[in-house]
């Protein structure tokens, strides 16, 4: 049977104000219940059961999220100097499952919170697509939740990273500051964790259709 973590475990991590991420991973229930019985399942996991509420008995799999660490970037302070080469990035770099745990699938969790007022809106959109998408999952009905999720494949169904950005609506009265931009890329390091460089970037840098869409925050 699957245990709980002794403590809740951090599932997502900030980018900015509204905007947070996480990384999850798919594996076998039974392959993390020999992790727990043995003591071996890393600190910070936390196990995800699709059956924690009684509607999935039959369920084979369960969700891992992973614990992570940052480079200490803050993307909100550097958000008063422009974009130039100098511009630091945040690096969040997630721990890493055991090597003889099986993988199913990866995904990297996109959070957006609507109770932070800083950001009055923000859309997303990668090269290669014909129009933006805002971060809002299909089972999420509910108009008063006041956080939204995506689920993006994360080097499951493809090797490589389309890279996303994400076009931002700030509250501030400062004209030059109401439109900023960010790029996300996600690859794996020499140990085989997954690494989020999060890189502030110009508009001329991002989609033409996301340049031109609006940051609806509805």
């Known amino acids: 049977m699957l245990q709980p973590a002794a403590k809740p475990a951090q599932r997502f991590f900030n980018i900015i104000a509204s905007l947070n991420i996480g990384l999850e991973t798919t594996v076998l229930k ?14 910070g996991f936390s196990v995800r059961d699709p059956n924690a509420y009684g509607d999935k008995p039959k369920a084979l799999t369960v969700g891992l999220t992973h614990p992570a660490l940052n480079n200490g970037v803050d ?3 550097d958000v008063f100097f422009p974009v130039s080469i100098d511009s630091k990035p945040l690096i969040i770099t997630f721990g890493k499952l055991p090597d003889n745990l099986p993988v199913l699938f990866q995904r990297i969790n996109l959070e957006q919170d609507l109770r ?11 090269f290669g697509e014909s129009e933006p998408f805002i971060i809002r999952h299909r089972n999420e009905t509910n108009p008063r939740n006041p956080k939204r999720h995506v689920n993006l494949d994360c080097l499951s169904k ?12 700030l509250d501030t009265p400062l ?10 890329d996600v690859q794996k390091n020499e140990t085989n964790n997954i690494v989020v460089t999060v890189s502030r970037v110009s508009g001329q840098e991002v989609p033409d ?10």
Not at 158 to 169: A, C, E, F, G, Q
Request: aromatic share 8%; hydrophobic share 35%; charged share 25%.
């Open 30 to 43: 039974e392959e993390v219940s020999k992790l727990q019985q043995a003591s071996s399942l890393p600190e």
């Open 75 to 77: 993307l909100a302070t």
């Open 116 to 126: 932070e007022k800083d950001v009055l809106g923000l859309i997303c959109g990668r």
């Open 158 to 169: 493809s090797p490589i990273w389309n890279p996303l950005y994400v076009k931002y609506h």
């Open 175 to 184: 004209k030059n500051l109401k439109l900023e931009y960010l790029r996300i």
């Open 209 to 218: 259709f996301l340049r031109t869409a609006l940051t609806d925050p509805k």
